[in-house]
């Protein structure tokens, strides 16, 4: 059988229209900073307050394809960099996610990274230093990071354990933004922009958020995130009764348990 090297390219990661994100802080800075420098970004910050829609602008904004992965418990290192695969009587070597992004100078997003195993983390590490290269061992090859390349991963420090948890030896290699929710003013402009309903309604979803909030650590592990407060607004947008709005988007989103579940409700019912 002979032997091909098939590379995907990202042209179609370009993303043509801006996407709606509302800066808090000096992040858009910083990581343009970082970028011009090949340094590589974390992001750091609980689930649905911006991360992906911040990679999204920055990607945007600075002109490059984004390459997104989801981490997860089954990730490999040859989910990553790529492996040889046997199409049509040929074996055909197929680039991963970041092998790709690497010979596109594309922008590659590890989303939660701590979910991925932990032996496939250190497959970055070359890319993550001044050497920005990643060896790609199967095909006796060596690949230079250009310029435009950008490394970029997230996780959520509030799912840390002992068995979940970035190692030093890899945030060390990292330039670290944080992200939370956005202030309350904030949070309301941005769901009223991403779903339509007014700035009233807008306000009470943000107040039941904080409300949620209050709750971390007392049955749950997160409160609503801005994400599920955008859901349970286009819910209302669509003509469903605020309250079960709430409910499908928000409780039942956040926890199975049934007091909790009940006690969340109780609050979006005092509000609508």
Known sequence: ?????????PEEHYITEEPYY???????????????HGLPVLLKGPTGCGKTRFMEHMAWRLKRPLITVSCHDDLTASDLVGRFLVRGGETVWVDGPLAAAVRAGAICYLDE???ARKDTTVVIHPLADDRRELPMEK?????????????????????QSV???LKQSTRQRFVALEFDYPSAELEARIVQRESGVDRELAERLVKFAHM???LKGQGLDEGASTRLL???AKLITGGVDPVVACRAAVSQALTDEPDMLVA?????SSLF
Do not use: D
């Open 1 to 9: 059988m002979s032997e091909q090297v098939r590379v995907l390219r």
């Open 22 to 36: 509302e800066p808090v802080g000096e992040e858009i800075a910083v990581f343009e900073a970082a970028w011009r």
């Open 113 to 115: 990274v701590v979910e």
């Open 139 to 159: 095909l006796g090859e060596l690949l230079q990071a250009p310029a435009e390349f950008c490394l970029a991963m997230s996780y959520n420090p509030g799912y």
């Open 163 to 165: 068995l979940k948890e």
């Open 212 to 214: 949620t909030r209050n």
């Open 230 to 232: 955008v859901h349970a």
């Open 264 to 268: 969340i409700n109780e609050l979006s």
